[in-house]
């Protein structure tokens, strides 16, 4: 047998059966990049060693080393850990009991960054173009940053004044509102995007991503105006999976960049990201006598108790306690 045909017949590398499983079981993109990182630093830290070979004192010897030396969260240190539970129960087939038992980092309780509607207000109004259409929506609805991003056409109802969130966190889609004072300017939007997409049709690069289920179901439907991203990229890119050049979703960074630029011009100190409008959204449904439940649904979390932390901003924890100074 020659090199050629040796060459041939060696099995995929693992990170490559990695990304493989990754993509059977439709997990995103950003998954598969976090995780095939994750398992080539835990190969490399153990000096290269095959997976096979490694058990939980190396696992733990990785995982301490994030913790002590490279500082990071928790929840990053509880990403790494998933990645090695994947490789080893989806790629390798190898059913280890002890890395279910290997100890997780508990991720701090921490309050949420929430601002107020004066805060708000001076915020959104340093905020022009698709940015500042963005941020209003982010306010007005409750929806998560990559949520905004992902929104498709079809998915906003304007007589209804809704809009469904597909694929939400945990796979689950849902509705929520669509303001009233938002329908004009994203109207004018669609507009402008529509003219884009058909400019993008002509020249051949007016497909759009789908995951791998749904492109199969509905072949037509990467070239349809419904499945088209409400907020597209300025310029195309090449889908690193498929290889296709097509236009994909604004880049969430850009929008990060520029909440970043609108908080320090309106002089507000406290660290509010795109993620903040949507705790302010719920304080203040909440300030406004919304129930609880009713907000839990707006924002697709799976109990109760996760919305319950906005009762803790408010400092009234279910009591409207007073302080006994404010009596005196």
Do not use: C
């Amino acid at each position: 047998m020659n090199d050629k045909d040796t060459s041939v017949s060696q099995p995929p590398k693992l990170l490559d059966q990695l990304r493989d499983r990754i993509r059977v079981k439709h997990y995103s993109i950003r998954t598969e990049q976090q995780y095939v990182q994750w398992v080539r630093r835990f190969i490399l830290f153990h000096g290269k060693r095959h997976p096979r070979e490694m058990g939980a004192a190396e696992v733990e010897a990785f995982l301490t080393h994030l913790a002590v030396k490279g500082q990071v969260s928790a929840s990053t240190q509880n990403q790494a850990l998933s990645a090695l539970l994947f490789v080893y129960k989806e790629v390798l087939g190898v059913d280890l009991p002890w890395l279910t038992d290997v100890t997780r980092a508990k991720t701090p309780q921490r309050l949420p960054v929430v601002l107020t509607q004066g805060e708000v207000r001076l915020v959104l109004a340093q905020m022009e173009g698709v940015y500042g259409l963005l941020a209003r929506l982010l306010y007005g609805t409750g929806m998560r940053l990559m949520e905004v991003m992902r929104l498709r056409v079809k998915d906003i109802e304007f007589t209804r004044g809704e809009i469904v969130v597909r694929d939400g966190k945990g796979g689950k889609d849902r509705v929520t509102m669509l303001p009233h004072s938002l329908k004009a300017e994203l109207q004018a939007h669609l507009l402008k995007r529509q003219t884009q997409f058909f400019q993008d049709l002509q020249a051949g690069k007016g497909g759009v991503y789908l995951p791998d289920a749904l492109a199969r179901k509905y072949p037509n439907a990467p070239t349809e105006w419904g499945w088209q991203y409400v907020f597209a990229s300025g310029s195309y890119s090449t889908d690193p999976r498929s290889g296709e050049v097509r236009r994909h979703h604004l880049d969430e960074k850009l929008l990060q960049r520029a909440m970043k630029k609108a908080v320090t011009a309106a002089g507000i100190v406290k660290p509010a990201t795109p993620h903040t409008l949507r705790h302010s959204f719920a304080t203040h449904l909440l300030e406004r006598g919304q129930d609880i439940r009713t907000i839990q649904e707006l924002l697709g979390h799976k109990d109760v108790t996760t919305t319950m932390i906005y009762t803790h901003v408010m400092n009234k924890g279910g009591l409207g306690v007073v302080s006994p100074l404010d009596g005196l």
